[in-house]
């Protein structure tokens, strides 16, 4: 069992950044395949960015360059530093933890507007 809370979301400029959190209550956090996805209203939901629990990762083509997915096992959080953000980043984006089945949090608003 794993539960999964999202925080740092809010609104912010064309340009600006953001860092949001994901905590998970687990016992052991570093055994699990940390992701971030997102949604936006009237769209699928589509995958940002996963790390491994050896730290490998991996970006979606519009986050590469911009989004940076981290992890820090004693704390038991994944975070997404998002950066040059654009409107088209607008969207709720949720956390993931995968092992032998998938987690979701509850999602975090993130808004991108001048």
């Known amino acids: 069992q794993v539960q999964l809370v999202e925080s740092g979301g809010g609104l912010v400029q064309p340009g600006g950044s953001l860092r949001l959190s994901c905590a998970g209550s687990?016992?052991?956090?570093?055994?699990?395949?940390m992701g971030w996805y997102r949604q936006a209203p009237g769209k699928q939901r589509e995958l940002v960015a996963t790390i491994t629990s050896g730290g490998s990762t991996n970006y979606a083509d519009f986050a590469k360059g911009r989004f940076t997915i981290s992890r820090d096992n004693a704390k038991k959080t994944v975070y997404l530093q998002m950066n040059s953000l654009k409107p088209e980043d607008t969207a709720v984006y949720y956390c993931?933890?995968?092992?032998?089945?998938?987690?979701w949090g509850q999602g975090t608003q993130v808004t991108v507007s001048s």
């Open positions: 993931n933890a995968r092992r032998f089945n998938d987690w």
């Open positions: 687990v016992n052991i956090f570093s055994i699990y395949t």
